[in-house]
């Protein structure tokens, strides 16, 4: 198992200092997510200040952007970190797509297997200078001149990563991807039961297998140095809970267990931004399932007795950097526990 920290790139001249804190931690990859903030551009600053720390999106929103645009980012942060780059991609839901980016939907599996061709198309043609045509129902490609394009680089091979769901997205990240995102919102259960053999099928459709896909997740945590520390720690992970429980394209995860009911409630809430009556709806069961809680020093091991053989790649949903001494040694106890007691991660990745 590989241990990664998650950083949210909210202020760019602290990046490269973070990055080389993560690396000396012994982490093995960095990540960025896509909320109020580009996820590309911390990258480019962690790239030029680490040297074998592995650097990808978790995620970046596919349908925000051309495929052209995606592949020539991707090409260039391959090429500066010396092939250190994941390319992590993620659909969106269809409000956020049409309303906060203002751009056309489509039903997004489909369409993200077909931009994920579109996105490789691209790369062939910067690799081997060979015409770019890809005609697809969503995007057709076929305009690349030498001045556009970049050239070969020395690591090609980019691998993608999806953040997937629901059946279908699961599918097609055993058909075409080197990884899966596995969402925050999720448990063991799912994990076991709907999860990875929506893979694996997904896998041996397209002759592959399940070992051919890592699994990452960031997960939820509650830990803290003392009673107080612990209960702001779980309200957090509450309220987070909450708020992807009372989205009706995670209910299926809340449907797996029994408690679908809650679904309809928690969303009432949240459209009158009742937060603190939200978390409140998060019982003491529901957070255990969703969360790994545990005292600082016991959290890589409660992470290893639940995940062992289920992810491949672990973080956790906590703030990184932190001013907390604690907090700093857990990332390291973390790192250290993590990548030394489990077998190594699958593939090269």
Not at 76 to 87: H, N, T, V
Not at 126 to 143: T, V
């Given at each position: 198992m590989r241990f990664?920290?998650?950083?949210?790139?909210?202020?760019?001249?602290?990046?490269?200092?973070?990055?080389?804190?993560?690396?000396?931690?012994?982490?093995?990859?960095?990540?960025?997510?896509?909320?109020?903030?580009?996820?590309?551009?911390?990258?480019?600053?962690?790239?030029?200040?680490?040297?074998?720390?592995?650097?990808?999106?978790?995620?970046?929103?596919?349908?925000?952007?051309?495929?052209?645009?995606?592949?020539?980012?991707?090409?260039?942060?391959?090429?500066?970190?010396?092939?250190?780059?994941?390319?992590?991609?993620?659909?969106?839901?269809?409000?956020?797509?049409?309303?906060?980016?203002?751009?056309?939907?489509?039903?997004?599996?489909?369409?993200?297997?077909?931009?994920?061709?579109?996105?490789?198309?691209?790369?062939?043609?910067?690799?081997?200078?060979?015409?770019?045509?890809?005609?697809?129902?969503?995007?057709?490609?076929?305009?690349?001149?030498?001045?556009?394009?970049?050239?070969?680089?020395?690591?090609?091979?980019?691998?993608?990563?999806?953040?997937?769901?629901?059946?279908?997205?699961?599918?097609?990240?055993?058909?075409?991807?080197?990884?899966?995102?596995?969402?925050?919102?999720?448990?063991?259960?799912?994990?076991?039961?709907?999860?990875?053999?929506?893979?694996?099928?997904?896998?041996?459709?397209?002759?592959?297998?399940?070992?051919?896909?890592?699994?990452?997740?960031?997960?939820?945590?509650?830990?803290?140095?003392?009673?107080?520390?612990?209960?702001?720690?779980?309200?957090?992970?509450?309220?987070?809970?909450?708020?992807?429980?009372?989205?009706?394209?995670?209910?299926?995860?809340?449907?797996?267990?029994?408690?679908?009911?809650?679904?309809?409630r928690l969303s009432?809430?949240?459209?009158?931004?009742?937060?603190?009556?939200?978390?409140?709806?998060?019982?003491?069961?529901?957070?255990?399932?969703?969360?790994?809680?545990?005292?600082?020093?016991?959290?890589?091991?409660?992470?290893?007795e639940r995940y062992?053989?289920?992810?491949?790649?672990?973080?956790?949903?906590?703030?990184?950097?932190?001013?907390?001494?604690?907090?700093?040694?857990?990332?390291?106890?973390?790192?250290?526990?993590?990548?030394?007691?489990?077998?190594?991660?699958?593939?090269?990745?």
């Amino acid at each position: 198992m590989r241990f990664d920290v998650t950083l949210i790139p909210d202020q760019l001249n602290r990046i490269p200092d973070a990055a080389r804190e993560i690396e000396n931690l012994g982490a093995a990859g960095l990540w960025t997510s896509e909320t109020a903030h580009d996820p590309f551009l911390a990258l480019s600053l962690a790239a030029h200040s680490t040297r074998c720390l592995q650097l990808g999106t978790a995620t970046a929103i596919a349908f925000a952007r051309s495929p052209m645009v995606i592949a020539q980012t991707a090409w260039d942060l391959a090429a500066q970190s010396g092939g250190r780059f994941i390319l992590g991609l993620g659909s969106q839901v269809k409000a956020h797509i049409t309303l906060r980016y203002g751009l056309p939907w489509a039903a997004p599996v489909p369409r993200l297997r077909e931009y994920i061709k579109a996105v490789r198309a691209i790369w062939r043609s910067f690799q081997n200078g060979a015409p770019l045509r890809f005609r697809g129902e969503h995007y057709r490609l076929g305009l690349l001149t030498q001045f556009f394009n970049p050239g070969p680089i020395e690591y090609p091979d980019i691998p993608i990563f999806i953040t997937a769901v629901n059946p279908g997205m699961l599918r097609l990240a055993g058909e075409l991807c080197q990884g899966c995102h596995v969402h925050p919102f999720h448990t063991a259960s799912t994990l076991r039961d709907v999860i990875r053999p929506n893979i694996a099928a997904g896998a041996a459709q397209a002759g592959r297998s399940l070992d051919d896909v890592q699994l990452n997740c960031t997960v939820f945590a509650v830990t803290g140095r003392d009673a107080e520390a612990t209960r702001a720690s779980a309200d957090r992970a509450r309220t987070q809970i909450a708020f992807y429980a009372s989205t009706p394209a995670y209910r299926s995860v809340l449907d797996h267990h029994g408690w679908g009911d809650l679904q309809p409630r928690l969303s009432e809430l949240a459209r009158a931004n009742q937060w603190a009556d939200m978390k409140a709806l998060i019982s003491d069961d529901m957070l255990g399932a969703f969360a790994l809680v545990a005292e600082p020093d016991d959290l890589p091991y409660a992470a290893l007795e639940r995940y062992a053989g289920l992810l491949d790649r672990i973080g956790y949903y906590l703030p990184f950097p932190s001013e907390d001494s604690a907090t700093d040694h857990l990332w390291r106890h973390s790192a250290r526990i993590l990548s030394e007691t489990t077998t190594p991660s699958k593939g090269t990745l």
